[in-house]
């Protein structure tokens, strides 16, 4: 997952070298590549909960029957982006968050193609999670690896135009993260065959069955939510911060770009442990699920206390390699020393989080989330705002983080009495 975060660094970093313009248009279509990624994701650990869990309980047909279902309702979703986009969903999605031609320009044509060529994004997630629930995290660590050095090789080959290539701009960088993510998706899928025996391929376990997709969806569905409920906010902060001007909106990108080296390590080990915990819940071995909730937030607590030394001591440092205007260090170094300060809160609430999905309470992270990014943030933001100056809204972040701890610990508490 370093390696993932990396290659999200260094992608916008070689966009960035085009112009900002082009940097605030891959900005503005990120809400829409993080929902589909939420249908992906959120589908995959619905896949990931029923198959760990029916190990658990040696109900052998049924882990196969999800693992089948699953790849078939994640490939419908892709199709579904894909006549989307046919249809002028990109285009008509950037423009309701910017009037000016040359980003309106950028950021379409970066997300007419992700979303054309989605399957491979969807692919490669749901045949990750496969793995994942089968406790083959090492074939996982592979396949994203080597998706994200493929793509942070093609980047500068096709933005720029390098050894015979034509330059295609902001288009190169997102044919260079569909070769990463459709290279990686084979690979999974050459694991999953040679490398992972718990799941029995046949032409059989992709014939959708009622039962087995209701089971996916009702853990899948609230986990879908909560990472679409992610391209809500970021649609709505571009939304606030582009009446300051199109660079705060490039800073808030980037933020994001740079946060995930450190949030994407955590919500990696969120869905190792996840398994880990439905397993032994099938299995009611208390013991051992205590044992890794407590390895999970104590690693996912320090990883993001790191984080938060590293955004306080060199923001500007962080800032440069996106080849910051003044405008932009002025405006991105606060915004980074204010926001980091929610970090370790965040990674306690995300690792304290994984027990409410393995034990089928998708609902109480749903509500967390719904709570943080919608119910406070948004308006906590827009109410700093007001004051007219850009600074301000940062702090929204650290006060919508303290909320989501308070109702995280309510919930923990809630499910502990139940179980």
């Given at each position: 997952m370093l390696v993932q975060a990396l290659y999200n660094i260094v992608d916008s970093v070689f966009v960035a070298q085009l112009s900002e313009e082009a940097?605030?248009?891959?900005?503005?279509?990120?809400?829409?590549?993080?929902?589909?990624?939420?249908?992906?994701?959120?589908?995959?650990?619905?896949?990931?909960?029923?198959?760990?869990?029916?190990?658990?309980?040696?109900?052998?047909?049924?882990a196969d029957s999800a693992a089948g279902n699953g790849i078939v309702l994640c490939m419908l979703a892709a199709f579904a982006f894909m006549a989307a986009s046919f249809m002028g969903a990109a285009r008509g999605f950037i423009g309701t968050q910017t009037g000016d031609p040359v980003i309106m320009r950028e950021g379409t044509t970066y997300l007419s193609i992700v979303m054309v060529l989605s399957i491979g994004m969807s692919a490669q997630v749901?045949?990750?999670?496969l793995l994942q629930s089968?406790?083959?995290?090492?074939?996982?660590?592979?396949?994203?690896?080597?998706?994200?050095?493929?793509?942070?090789?093609?980047?500068?080959?096709?933005?720029f135009g390098l050894f015979g290539f034509p330059a295609m701009g902001v288009a190169g960088a997102a044919y260079a993260t569909i070769i990463g993510q459709s290279i990686a998706a084979t690979l999974a899928l050459i694991f999953n065959i040679t490398k992972n025996p718990d799941i029995h391929f046949s032409w059989k376990i992709f014939i959708l069955k009622a039962d087995t997709v209701k089971r996916i969806y009702y853990v899948g569905v609230p986990s879908i939510l909560m990472i679409a409920i992610?391209?809500?906010?970021?649609?709505?902060?571009?939304?606030?911060?582009?009446?300051?001007?199109?660079?705060?909106?490039a800073v808030f990108g980037v933020y994001f770009?740079?946060?995930?080296?450190f949030f994407m390590p955590v919500f990696g080990l969120n869905n190792g442990v996840i398994p880990v915990l439905a397993f032994n819940y099938g299995a009611k071995n208390r013991e051992r699920i205590n044992e890794a909730l407590r390895f999970a937030v104590t690693l996912a607590f320090s990883i993001m206390c790191l984080g938060t030394v590293v955004f306080e001591l060199i923001p500007g440092t962080l800032l440069g390699l996106f080849k910051a205007t003044g405008d932009m260090m002025?405006?991105?170094?606060?915004?980074l020393r204010i926001i980091a300060i929610h970090f370790p809160l965040a990674g306690l609430c995300i690792a304290m989080g994984s027990i409410f999905q393995a034990f089928s309470r998708s609902i109480y992270s749903l509500v967390i989330s719904l709570g943080?990014?919608?119910?406070?943030?948004?308006?906590?933001?827009?109410?700093?705002?007001?004051?007219?100056?850009?600074?301000?809204?940062?702090?929204?972040?650290?006060?919508?983080?303290?909320?989501?701890?308070?109702?995280?610990?309510?919930?923990?508490?809630?499910?502990?009495?139940?179980?």
């Amino acid at each position: 997952m370093l390696v993932q975060a990396l290659y999200n660094i260094v992608d916008s970093v070689f966009v960035a070298q085009l112009s900002e313009e082009a940097l605030t248009g891959v900005t503005l279509a990120f809400p829409m590549q993080n929902f589909m990624f939420a249908v992906a994701g959120g589908t995959g650990v619905g896949i990931n909960a029923m198959l760990s869990k029916s190990l658990g309980e040696r109900e052998y047909d049924k882990a196969d029957s999800a693992a089948g279902n699953g790849i078939v309702l994640c490939m419908l979703a892709a199709f579904a982006f894909m006549a989307a986009s046919f249809m002028g969903a990109a285009r008509g999605f950037i423009g309701t968050q910017t009037g000016d031609p040359v980003i309106m320009r950028e950021g379409t044509t970066y997300l007419s193609i992700v979303m054309v060529l989605s399957i491979g994004m969807s692919a490669q997630v749901t045949l990750e999670r496969l793995l994942q629930s089968t406790g083959r995290t090492f074939y996982t660590m592979i396949t994203q690896a080597l998706g994200a050095i493929i793509n942070i090789i093609m980047d500068p080959i096709m933005i720029f135009g390098l050894f015979g290539f034509p330059a295609m701009g902001v288009a190169g960088a997102a044919y260079a993260t569909i070769i990463g993510q459709s290279i990686a998706a084979t690979l999974a899928l050459i694991f999953n065959i040679t490398k992972n025996p718990d799941i029995h391929f046949s032409w059989k376990i992709f014939i959708l069955k009622a039962d087995t997709v209701k089971r996916i969806y009702y853990v899948g569905v609230p986990s879908i939510l909560m990472i679409a409920i992610g391209s809500i906010m970021t649609y709505m902060m571009n939304k606030i911060l582009s009446v300051f001007s199109s660079t705060a909106v490039a800073v808030f990108g980037v933020y994001f770009k740079l946060q995930s080296f450190f949030f994407m390590p955590v919500f990696g080990l969120n869905n190792g442990v996840i398994p880990v915990l439905a397993f032994n819940y099938g299995a009611k071995n208390r013991e051992r699920i205590n044992e890794a909730l407590r390895f999970a937030v104590t690693l996912a607590f320090s990883i993001m206390c790191l984080g938060t030394v590293v955004f306080e001591l060199i923001p500007g440092t962080l800032l440069g390699l996106f080849k910051a205007t003044g405008d932009m260090m002025s405006i991105g170094i606060t915004a980074l020393r204010i926001i980091a300060i929610h970090f370790p809160l965040a990674g306690l609430c995300i690792a304290m989080g994984s027990i409410f999905q393995a034990f089928s309470r998708s609902i109480y992270s749903l509500v967390i989330s719904l709570g943080r990014q919608l119910f406070v943030l948004i308006p906590a933001a827009y109410i700093l705002s007001l004051a007219g100056n850009v600074n301000v809204v940062w702090w929204a972040f650290p006060i919508a983080e303290a909320v989501s701890l308070a109702l995280t610990l309510t919930f923990f508490r809630k499910l502990h009495k139940e179980v």
